[in-house]
């Protein structure tokens, strides 16, 4: 299992294939790197080059215990020591989640590292409504009871679409495992940073090619708040909705993902050569 020691944390991350396209791939709000696994699987190792980070908090990454180490400047933070780390340039920048707000915030800091961005159920790019603290302090506290109270029922993916059973019923499990361990503080922390996060005039004038990827099926982020993240994009962003399908395409339709990235990369490496970047 492969590890990064970045300044304030040990980061463990998932790594396939050795191809010339590289994928940055992460996840979201309860969720691991290993909610990315299926998409992995289905890409050709010979072609494409993908690492599925566990953000802090996450899986086998360091869990601080303090909530103020948490949020998606911080995540966004890791991500950027990490991939120069490894070495990693002109790659493709993958979000699902909570997860598309820590990578929109990374490509709006660090755009010049990126060949496409995809948005995969992504949080709005302006987190949540301004509020006072001690509003923010009671949608925490009240996020938190909900969460404790799924637990208690067993109810341990909240409606985030983890299948269950089938050939890879191993895996689901595993996910299950995560989402239910996610430590509180790790889970305050990322709820505070999405009243402070303000990013849709900036994520309006990226540079690199955008898709947004969803399905209409989300309970966790409904088809009409998708469609509102999607237009604070820059003009010309791909749109993917697939039917039926809810809040994990990455687990629900893998293949399908895996097809769109592939064919969504390949035309972002055609764009970027007809132009001569």
């Not at 180490?69 to 979000?95: I, S």
């Not at 302090?137 to 009240?142: H, T």
């Amino acid at each position: 299992m492969p590890y990064a020691q970045l300044s304030q944390v040990r980061l463990h991350y998932y790594e396939r294939g050795h191809g010339p396209e590289t994928l940055v791939l992460v996840h979201g709000f309860q969720m691991s790197g290993r909610v990315w696994q299926l998409v992995q699987q289905a890409l050709p190792e010979d072609r494409y080059h993908t690492v599925a980070p566990d953000l802090r908090g996450a899986g086998a990454t360091d869990a601080p215990p303090d909530e103020a180490a948490y949020g998606v400047d911080v995540f966004a933070a890791d991500l950027y020591e990490l991939v120069g780390q490894l070495g990693l340039r002109e790659f493709t920048l993958v979000g699902h989640s909570m997860g598309g707000a820590t990578v929109a915030r990374f490509a709006v800091d660090h755009p010049e590292l990126l060949k496409a961005l995809v948005l995969v159920d992504p949080t709005d790019p302006d987190g949540r409504a301004a509020a006072s603290p001690a509003e923010i302090d009671r949608a925490v506290e009240e996020r938190m009871a909900a969460r404790r109270a799924a637990l208690a029922r067993g109810a341990a993916d909240e409606g985030l679409g983890l299948p269950h059973g089938g050939p890879h019923a191993p895996l689901f499990a595993q996910l299950a495992e995560d989402v239910r361990t996610a430590p509180e503080p790790r889970l305050r922390g990322t709820v505070r940073s999405l009243y402070r996060l303000r990013l849709g005039e900036q994520v309006a004038r990226l540079p690199m090619p955008v898709l947004l990827a969803c399905g209409d099926a989300d309970r966790t982020i409904p088809i009409e708040q998708l469609l509102r993240t999607w237009a604070k994009y820059p003009k010309g962003t791909g749109l993917q909705v697939w039917h039926g399908v809810g809040h994990s395409p990455n687990l629900e339709v893998p293949d399908e993902l895996a097809a769109l990235l592939r064919r969504f990369v390949e035309q972002a490496t055609g764009a970027r050569q007809a132009v001569g970047w």
